[in-house]
Each structure stands twice: as C-alpha cells, then as structure tokens.
C-alpha cells in the first residue's frame, strides 16, 4: 500500500510541483540557455504521457525511499534529493553529449540543483502519505 500511495501522492505532487518550478517561475530563466525548436505546442502535449511520466519517476523515488529504508521527513528529503540530482545529471549530461538542446553546462547545472529540491519535496511528501513508521 505504501508504495500505490506514494506512486499517487508523489505523481500529483511532482506535477504540480514541476509545473509550479520550470513552467512558471523558471519558464523565463531555462528558455533561452535551451534550444526550445522540438518542442510540442502547449495545445499539442500528450497528456497522457505526461501522466505515465510523472507516475513513473514517482514510482521510482517511491522504491528509491522504500528499499533506502527511508522512515522520517529528513530520509524523505536527503534521498528525494540524492535521487533527483543523480536521475537529473544522468539524463542532462547524456542530452548535452549527444544533442543541442543544452547551450552549454549552466542549464545541466541549473535543472541538476532545481530538480534535486524539487524531488527532495516529492520525497518528503512520500514519506508522509505512508503516516507513521512502523515499530520493529
């Protein structure tokens, strides 16, 4: 149960918190370090896979936090953020190396840091949709 909880709760929050971060208050700061020509008009998204893609990194951090041991609001944030700072380098530093998406390595840096706080949120509020620890 915990681990639908956190796919759902963690899901939502990732949405709203990611909308909230690179489509309002970043939008300005990210667009012009990034090479923005494939991407889909706002009336043309997929809605359907931004769902799966938000419950599919949700599910993730949920057995990151689950397997990490993760049982406070402080386990929910270090690893929330760990997890996204490594998920984030990861899929930035492969899109700089082989694409021209990125401008240079501010971006890469930038998005890393965000979507580690971002993430570390997320986590945080995975962790408290699974209420209070169990006793041993």
Do not use: Q
């Amino acid at each position: 149960m915990k681990i639908l909880r956190g796919t759902l709760f963690g899901g939502i929050a990732y949405f709203l918190i990611g909308w909230l971060v690179y489509g309002v208050l970043l939008y300005n700061v990210f667009s012009p370090m990034t090479n923005t020509c494939a991407n889909r008009p706002e009336g043309d998204m997929i809605w359907w896979a931004i769902i799966m893609s938000n419950l599919l990194i949700a599910l993730f951090l949920t057995l990151f936090l689950k397997w990490s041991g993760a049982r406070g609001i402080v386990d929910g944030l270090k690893t929330g953020a760990l997890f996204g700072a490594l998920f984030t380098a990861t899929i930035d530093l492969s899109h700089y190396s082989m694409t021209t998406m990125y401008n240079s390595l501010l971006p890469v840096v930038l998005e890393t840091v965000v979507s580690a706080a971002v993430l570390a949120i997320v986590g945080l509020i995975i962790v408290l949709t699974w209420g209070r620890p169990e006793k041993a």
